[in-house]
């Protein structure tokens, strides 16, 4: 009877002990970008909490600070653009990480100003452009509107700015064109004698926040990241359903009034399910993501920022939607 009574009490501790651990906490680190704001509202909103899960949103807003969080262990996921996971995994001291949700894109909230006698990207040929170099999504953006109009960074004056100071600059009529964003985009098509020339809505897809995680962590808990996506979908579908009530949460996270957020989330789209099925696709018929993170891989290792090319099929895990 007492041996009975100790494996009782053994099981029942064992029990425990999953839950404890089944129960720690999920720390995803993020910048306050207004694309991750959803990840916010589900924890405010407690759509993580109903399904048992414990989500820390830790804010660190430069991409190498998240990722040196990553690799440390002190988040156990990131949410970053599908660029920028590339640069992760082929650093100099590589990390694995697998994309397992996309999170949002650019839908007109980047774009290229020019002056109104350039009239299409092919005439950014020989004119002074400026943007900010060096890996990142604006570059990145850059060098695929370039490659998609024959065009090739040396076949332009290419200047290094921050978007915003890109932006001023243009406006100031200091330069010929510039790659920006809001609310430099609608600067410059105010002025005189500027346009924008073309916007991130002409390359859906592209521009593309995900959120990834190592692969061990995933082969521990990956019923919890499932739990994780169902929560962000909600946090979609409630965004849209009930937009004023939304927004005034998710502009706490962004520290903007709910009126700002409101008009400046017009050129980012959220992922909800749907979105992310056809983004993913499936190994036998991959969408766009796979197309995204190797041509990221491709960019990245010509311009020689990183040493290795990965493979995007390693990149990426669709398996939990």
Do not use: C
């Not at 002190?74 to 920028?84: E, Y």
């Not at 890996?135 to 290094?160: M, T």
């Not at 990241?225 to 009930?242: C, D, G, L, P």
């Amino acid at each position: 009877m007492r041996k009975m009574w100790l494996l009782g009490l053994v099981f029942a501790l064992v029990l425990v002990g999953g839950t404890a651990y089944a129960g720690e906490p999920i720390k995803l680190g993020m910048s306050t970008w207004l694309g991750y704001a959803p990840l916010y509202l589900a924890k405010e909103k407690g759509f993580f909490q109903k399904r048992g899960l414990d989500v820390e949103i830790v804010v660190i807003e430069s991409p190498a600070g998240r990722r040196a969080a990553f690799a440390a262990d002190r988040i156990q996921g990131f949410a970053t653009t599908v660029d920028t996971h590339v640069m992760t995994a082929a650093a100099e001291n590589p990390i694995q990480v697998k994309q397992v949700l996309a999170l949002d894109d650019s839908y007109g909230g980047d774009g290229i100003v020019a002056k109104k006698e350039i009239k299409t990207v092919k005439d950014l040929k020989g004119k002074t452009v400026a943007a900010q170099l060096g890996a990142g999504a604006s570059y990145f953006w850059l060098n695929y509107v370039l490659a998609q109009n024959g065009l090739k960074l040396s076949d332009i004056q290419a200047v290094d700015m921050k978007a915003g100071d890109a932006g001023a600059a243009f406006v100031a009529g200091k330069i010929d064109a510039a790659v920006t964003w809001e609310p430099w985009l609608s600067r410059a098509k105010d002025t005189p004698f500027g346009q924008i020339l073309i916007a991130s809505d002409k390359t859906p897809g592209i521009i593309v926040d995900s959120l990834g995680f190592k692969p061990d962590f995933l082969k521990r808990r990956g019923d919890d990241v499932k739990k994780i996506i169902a929560a962000w979908n909600e946090a979609v579908q409630f965004a849209a359903q009930s937009p004023k009530e939304a927004d005034a949460i998710m502009a706490k996270f962004t520290n903007q009034k709910p009126e700002e957020f409101t008009a400046e989330k017009s050129g980012v789209r959220f992922y909800g399910e749907k979105e992310n099925k056809e983004y993913f696709g499936t190994p036998q018929k991959p969408g766009r993501l796979y197309e995204v993170t190797q041509r990221a891989a491709d960019t990245w290792f010509d311009l020689k920022f990183i040493k290795s090319k990965p493979n995007a099929a390693d990149l990426i895990d669709g398996s939990y939607f």
